[in-house]
């Protein structure tokens, strides 16, 4: 059994799903932009809840709603949710996007989503981890044409990929009206290459703000930048 995952304000346990609480998640949920102090507040894919629960200590929002569609990955965001300081304010869906944007909703002030990307011939053995983690289990087009139906016209939608779709993604998003506002391209090191995108997007078409995040100078030595954006999170911090 994986042991629960403790940061400074609540505690994560992921031992019931498939994917476990990594870096991406966290740099997400770190990085997203809190401007116009979002109210409503969605998380696409929560897995654990992670991303939604560091949303709740940072901001002020009213509602942080969050749909997983995997059983075992439900049951556990409800359960640390329910175990977090904010219980009345965080909410998850047991059901998909397509079948979410179906029901009424009012629309979102900030989306986000850490989604599966990977291609379906990458398979890892394990049928609950391959469905977290592979594309075909939420298309980047269903992704981005539930947003465009979610989202508030003054909203955000942010999310962290390989930084090879990057491109790709930001054509396709322009499709649906969605237009990047902001771009921090991730490494580990200086001498390594850029392997992720964090992106910003909004309903308007405005200059892109883009920049440069290194994670580590060292085996296990991070950078004052990642420690600065991580600060509220970790233990270590």
């Not at 990458?122 to 592979?134: I, Y």
């Not at 506002?181 to 308007?204: D, N």
């Amino acid at each position: 059994m994986a042991a629960p995952f403790k940061f400074k304000q609540f505690t994560i346990r992921n031992d019931a799903t498939a994917m476990k609480v990594g870096t991406d998640g966290v740099l997400l949920g770190a990085w997203a932009s809190l401007e116009g102090n979002p109210q409503t507040v969605l998380d696409i894919g929560a897995g654990t809840g992670l991303i939604a629960l560091m949303l709740a200590q940072r901001s002020q929002a009213a509602s942080i709603d969050a749909i997983e569609i995997d059983a075992g990955a439900f049951e556990q965001c409800v359960d640390n949710f329910e175990d977090s300081p904010w219980p009345d304010r965080l909410f998850c869906y047991h059901c998909g996007l397509e079948a979410f944007v179906q029901e009424p909703a009012e629309p979102y002030d900030l989306i986000l989503s850490n989604p599966p990307f990977y291609p379906e011939e990458v398979s890892s053995g394990d049928p609950a981890r391959d469905a977290a983690r592979q594309q075909a289990s939420l298309p980047f087009e269903v992704l981005l044409q539930g947003v465009a139906q979610l989202l508030h016209p003054g909203g955000r939608f942010c999310l962290i990929l390989p930084h090879r779709e990057e491109a790709s993604f930001v054509s396709l998003a322009r499709k649906f009206g969605l237009f990047p506002s902001r771009i921090t391209r991730v490494r580990g090191t200086a001498q390594s290459p850029v392997k992720r995108s964090l992106l910003e997007f909004s309903c308007r078409e405005v200059p892109t703000r883009e920049d440069l995040l290194t994670l580590e100078v060292g085996r296990n030595q991070y950078t004052e930048a990642y420690r600065e954006l991580t600060r509220d999170f970790y233990l270590k911090g």
